[in-house]
């Protein structure tokens, strides 16, 4: 675990390292944006310090300031987001054993397995013969890297693909196959292809209370098996109470769609119907574990019923505050309130 906290470190000793180039860099699309959606000439070196500012002041990274649409916004507003410095501090004060749990595939499946349906195999653990008779129990099989994230390194591997597939590169590595699932049709309409999730974003209170604090469903696009939207899906918000979609879907390019592009379904139009089950769910789950204070949990809902993906710590502050209205001060209020 020591080697874990270090590697996090030295990761944010290198993402200081590169600030500078990255930002400006940066502002040159940011700039295209901005002009794109009708703020006109905007000085590139006027918004390349600006973004450095809202670095140093609100911890804001130079998605953060897209996304989030700093932009000719004023201090009230900048303040009140949880940025990528905010949410890593919120990390930081996780226990170490809790960040290494939700980080490996493994270990989280073995430690919330009631809440997983879903046929799942180590290939750690498992040999060839194993790995052989796993996969053939199924039409097709998801393979993920152990400790990936954003949908990287996912593939999906079909049966009449298994007499290709190198399993005995697969024995004794870090990666975790597992059966393919689907959709139920009314989650499954908004694109067939990929497995759309729920991103559900709990805090734990210092008194053990589980809170919502964001729901968004996530979705592929075109042809994509996944529905990251770090890898081109859409996301949208959901009201917690409700179960109904935002008007509009983004991209984290901080395009918006008020229609999927592939299905053409309205988002306005569209809810969750059982969504104080998927409620219930979550807040279970996060109930068992107390010091993990601020989790994105990934839902699937399936023919078979509802269950859990993964989840992160952090989760990623760009979902957390999709709609863009600042949960800072609720997060603090939640998580540093006695």
């Given at each position: 675990m020591n080697k874990l906290i270090e590697k996090?470190?030295?990761?944010?000793?290198?993402?200081?390292?590169?600030?500078?180039?990255?930002?400006?860099?940066?502002?040159?699309?940011?700039s295209a944006h901005l002009d794109k959606v009708g703020f006109g000439n905007v000085s590139r070196i006027g918004l390349y310090f600006d973004m450095l500012a809202c670095l140093f002041r609100y911890g804001a990274s130079d998605e953060n300031y897209l996304s989030f649409e700093f932009y000719g916004?004023?201090?009230?507003?900048r303040n009140s987001f949880i940025t990528w410095r905010r949410n890593m501090r919120i990390m930081r004060e996780t226990p170490s054993s809790i960040i290494g749990l939700f980080l490996d595939k493994v270990?989280?499946?073995k430690r919330f397995s009631k809440y997983i349906r879903r046929g799942w195999l180590d290939c750690m653990e498992a040999d060839a013969g194993e790995i052989r008779?796993?996969?053939s129990s199924y039409p097709s099989v998801i393979i993920k890297p152990v400790d990936s994230a954003?949908?990287?390194?996912?593939?999906?591997?079909y049966k009449e693909q298994y007499g290709c597939l190198d399993i005995a590169g697969l024995v004794g590595r870090k990666f975790i196959i597992e059966e393919t699932i689907e959709n139920r049709d009314d989650i499954a309409r908004f694109n067939p292809s990929s497995l759309n999730t729920l991103r559900i974003v709990t805090v734990t209170d210092s008194k053990g209370n589980v809170h919502i604090l964001t729901v968004v469903l996530r979705m592929g696009v075109g042809n994509s098996i996944t529905d990251n939207a770090h890898t081109g899906g859409i996301a949208c918000c959901i009201d917690s109470v409700t179960g109904r979609l935002q008007e509009y879907g983004r991209t984290f390019k901080d395009d918006k769609f008020y229609i999927h592009p592939t299905t053409g379904?309205?988002?306005?139009?569209?809810c969750i119907p059982d969504i104080k089950e998927c409620m219930a769910f979550v807040e279970s789950m996060a109930s068992e574990e107390p010091s993990a204070r601020l989790v994105g949990w990934d839902v699937a809902l399936t023919k078979n019923g509802m269950e859990v993906l993964e989840a992160n710590i952090p989760p990623g502050e760009d979902l957390t505050e999709l709609d863009l209205k600042g949960k800072w001060h609720i997060l603090c209020g939640l998580v540093y309130k006695k």
């Open positions: 996090l470190r030295l990761y944010r000793i290198r993402t200081v390292i590169s600030i500078f180039p990255s930002y400006w860099k940066s502002s040159k699309n940011i916004k004023g201090h009230e507003y270990r989280f499946n008779d796993f996969i954003c949908g990287v390194g996912i593939r999906k591997i379904l309205k988002f306005a139009d569209c």
